[in-house]
């Protein structure tokens, strides 16, 4: 196993090397210059000198020629310095590290809605195939996953913030106060994790339905074994191997739809962080997060690969 | 875990989570916490008024520092009024200013009182670091000086009618103790010290910037212990949010629906307010050839129906057909405007030589009530021959396209409040072309005028100055005039009033709260 995991880090290299790359070249394609969106704000009524003007180009490195600039980052990538937020005005590893807990605490809570939702109903619409209430479950599950997260997150606010006064609107909850941080988690966390749950349910239910059709189900039930022995042992275990592959990709979207939801929730986070600094043109932070987020994803499919082995002990890592 | 023990655990979860309280804590202080949002919400985080760049950060300066004079508070600056300073002297050459200084006014946190030596040093340092952000305005200012520890003088290079209005009680005015500077260094951006109603306590990771009364503020104690600003970047969750109780305060614009939903609730109190030097207009690029004829920029106002503009934007802003309006010091309305009547427009295009129209690219940034706007003028100049095409972009690729004035026609709001001095100077001056002020025609008719202006001290003779001024600009049209920005401060329990705030400005300790 130890060889599978030098051998899927040296693959990670690649790939995030790639993902530098492609990230470096987008952001310098996107219109509009760095140092105007720095000095816009301002300089009509506090005109920037055009001495001031070359001296933000130079500290931001944008005076040399790109791939110049890019090696200098690759350089400092490497050695663990990701630059500094000029939006930000701190080291973009700083504002990282501390929006992530947001975004990460984001991401976890929609994925247990969306398990806890996705795979019990999954499951029950498997066990009934073609009953009513698994037409029921799958036509659920069709909506969410069609609606918008940012559709489902307004209308969460109108009826069960607003309307109901159950939740509140905004906000991440006060530091340290986990009741108060769930308090302040739960819409924005079902608003992300809804639509999951109905794509984990789709996947679940084919997979039970795969499993309840092979031999040793059959036999299980055969020898009499209580149907939900039958369930927990034999089905749900090997169907689990197509779930799990679905919760860890879900993990990873719920990364990138925290965009959307933490902008419309007013919560702090690393996808609230990238809309700003693309609006914002902030290279050094753009940079550093999307490298962070595919940092996560992988780490997060090698993590769901390296499950597999616990789930199914007979999957060996060549 | 069996089915029925997973639905058990999710059930009570749900009804801890429905039943938490979420705030609250006993305090001792019986006045109430306020929670507002935070205008044009961004996570700027600079608190030192010198270094200033975000507008957001803009909003929470009158809370926690002074000015030797202040504008008196209210939507749109028309008096001054002492602040730090309980009175001024201007020389009879309007070359220097001596301020007097209140006594016994005390820098929070211990500083210690606001002296004379503080006021020398706010501006001094502003003076004299290229990298501060009005460098470049107080190049006027040749010398601040302490005359004793209650008395400041600060001396012009040329006159400046406008310095008290554009300088001393606006950006560059703030005062910060020396003190606090000096030993806290850059932390001061993030730790800052002022004199004001509110003390800073943190910038919480969470994005929210936290104030707290100070009780020894010379003009009394605020009626709130503490505000706590929140950054919801969109109306409609903003609306929500004050609906929901989770903040007290909001600033709307752009959207009406947003305001039509507020003011359809009897728990919110709405104030509409228009910022009359905050004018919202079409500007031409110098690059554009047919709009350097000034009866091509004619036509295209009178293609102009502001009644469905206004129709678009119900309970925002104020339609007007002039640069300044007559309400405001050096406005007037006595000029020559340019009522809707696409048949003269089309009369003019035909004159100047198209007419068969032109193609023009109409530039504006994405955002409201721009896109809305900008639609209802590609109708309108379209039925007068012209060929439109909107280019839409994004908050930066518009700046850089508008720097580089690489663009024909576009749309922009202006702020430029308290003196006519500033507004004028920006959008027509010869020194205000792109990229460091908003002169994109490249217009040189009038700049004596704005010198003039601003060396006059008498207000009578200024104000006839801008009248003339504005005859003229309104006859050349650099610019079309559409109409001046509106906000919509909303109010909900206990918040009862406050006092609008100018230019995004909050002024906290004018909260009135229900007991």
């Known amino acids: 196993m130890l060889a599978y995991i030098v051998r899927r880090l040296s693959a990670a290299v690649v790939q995030v090397a790639v993902v530098l790359v492609i990230t470096f070249v987008l952001v310098r394609l996107t219109p509009g210059d760095p140092v105007s969106a720095y000095l816009s704000r301002v300089q009509s009524e506090a005109t920037a000198s055009p001495a001031y003007i070359a001296q933000i180009r ?16 690759i350089v400092r990538v490497v050695r663990g310095n990701l630059g500094v937020s000029y939006t930000q005005s701190e080291p973009v590893l700083t504002v990282i590290r501390d929006q992530i807990p947001y975004t990460m605490e984001l991401a976890l809570a929609s994925l247990f809605i969306a398990v806890l939702i996705g795979i019990p109903l999954g499951v029950y619409a498997g066990m009934h195939a073609g009953g009513r209430l ?135 986070g690393i996808g609230s962080l990238i809309v700003l600094s693309i609006t914002e043109r902030d290279y050094a932070l753009v940079q550093g997060a999307v490298l962070v987020f595919a940092l996560g994803v992988f780490l997060i499919n090698l993590a769901v690969d390296l499950g597999y082995a616990w789930l199914n002990p007979r999957i060996r890592f060549t | 875990m069996p089915l029925r023990q997973w639905g058990i655990l999710t059930l009570a979860l749900s009804l801890i989570l429905a039943a938490w309280p979420g705030t609250g804590r006993a305090q001792q202080d019986p006045r109430p916490a306020v929670r507002a949002r935070l205008q044009f919400a961004r996570a700027g985080g ?163 910037v936290v104030i707290r009364a100070n009780d020894g503020y010379f003009r009394g104690r605020p009626s709130v212990r503490q505000i706590t600003f929140v950054n919801i970047d969109d109306e409609n969750t903003a609306a929500a949010a004050l609906q929901r109780g989770d903040v007290q305060v909001i600033w709307t614009r752009g959207n009406p629906d ?98 068969n129209g032109f193609p023009v690219t109409f530039m504006i940034q994405r955002r409201e009530p721009d896109t809305t706007v900008a639609q209802i003028l590609v109708a309108q100049w379209q039925a007068i021959g012209l060929q439109v095409r909107l280019d839409v972009l994004d908050a930066t690729a518009a700046f850089d396209v508008r720097d580089k004035e690489n663009f024909d026609v576009t749309i922009d709001a202006t702020a430029r409040p308290g003196d006519p001095n500033l507004f004028f100077w920006d959008l027509f001056d010869t020194a205000s072309y792109p990229p460091y002020g908003s002169n994109y025609l490249h217009y040189n008719q009038v700049d004596s005028l704005i010198d003039a202006g601003r060396i006059t001290l008498q207000d009578a003779q200024r104000a006839q100055i801008y009248h003339v001024l504005q005859q003229k600009i309104m006859t050349d049209l650099p610019i079309i005039p559409l109409f001046y920005r509106a906000y919509v401060l909303a109010m909900t329990d206990p918040v009862v009033s406050m006092t609008p705030g100018a230019f995004s400005m909050f002024w906290g300790d004018s909260i009135t709260v229900r007991r």
């Open chain 2, 258 to 355: 947003v305001v039509k939903l507020l003011r359809g609730d009897p728990k919110i109190r709405t104030v509409r307010v228009v910022e009359y030097d905050n004018l919202f207009q079409v500007e031409f690029s110098s690059t554009f050839k047919p709009v350097q004829d000034a009866r091509v920029r004619q036509a295209m106002a009178y293609a102009i129906d502001r009644r469905v503009i206004a129709a678009a934007l119900p309970g925002l802003d104020e339609m007007g057909n002039v640069m300044r309006p007559a309400q405001l010091f050096g406005g007037s309305n006595d000029v020559p405007t340019y009522p809707y009547n696409p048949a003269k427009g089309r009369a003019l295009l035909q004159e100047a030589g198209y007419a």
């Open chain 1, 134 to 268: 698994d037409y029921l479950a799958t036509a659920a599950a069709t909506v969410g996953y069609s609606l918008p997260r940012f559709f489902v997150g307004m209308i969460l606010i109108v009826v069960l913030a607003v309307g109901l006064r159950l939740f509140p609107v905004v906000g991440v909850g006060a530091a340290g106060d986990v009741p108060d941080i769930l308090y302040h988690l739960a819409l924005p966390a079902f608003a992300l994790g809804t639509a999951e749950a109905a794509y984990i349910a789709r996947m679940t239910r084919s997979a039970v339905l795969e499993v309840l059709g092979e031999d040793y189900v059959r036999t299980a039930r055969a020898k009499g074994i209580a149907e939900r022995a039958v369930l927990v042992r034999h089905t749900l275990r090997n169907a689990m191997i197509p779930i799990a592959t679905v919760v860890g990709l879900t993990l990873g979207r719920a990364l990138g739809g925290s965009a959307v939801i933490e902008t419309l929730f007013g919560r702090v």
């Open chain 1, 58 to 73: 130079h500290e931001l490195a944008l005076d040399r020629p790109v791939p110049v600039q890019f090696w200098q980052y």
């Open chain 2, 46 to 208: 600079i608190y030192d008024p010198a270094r200033w760049r975000y507008t957001s950060d803009w909003f929470v300066y009158p809370d926690l520092f002074n000015w030797l004079v202040r504008w008196k508070p209210g939507p749109s600056p028309n008096q001054l009024e002492p602040d730090l300073a309980e009175r001024w002297d201007v020389a009879q050459d309007g070359l220097s200013y001596t301020f007097h200084l209140r006594k016994g006014v005390q820098w929070n946190n211990g500083y210690g009182e606001v002296t004379a030596d503080d006021v020398v040093f706010s501006f001094r340092r502003q003076m004299t670091d290229p990298k501060m952000t009005f460098y470049e305005v107080l190049k006027n200012v040749t010398g601040v000086e302490a005359l004793d520890r209650y008395t400041a003088r600060i001396t012009l290079k040329d006159r400046d009618a406008s310095f008290l209005w554009t300088v001393a009680s606006y950006r560059p005015g703030f005062i910060v103790p020396q003190k606090a500077v000096l030993q806290l260094g850059d932390a001061f951006v993030k730790t800052p010290v002022g004199s004001g109603p509110f003390q800073f306590v943190q910038l919480t990771p969470e994005g929210e």
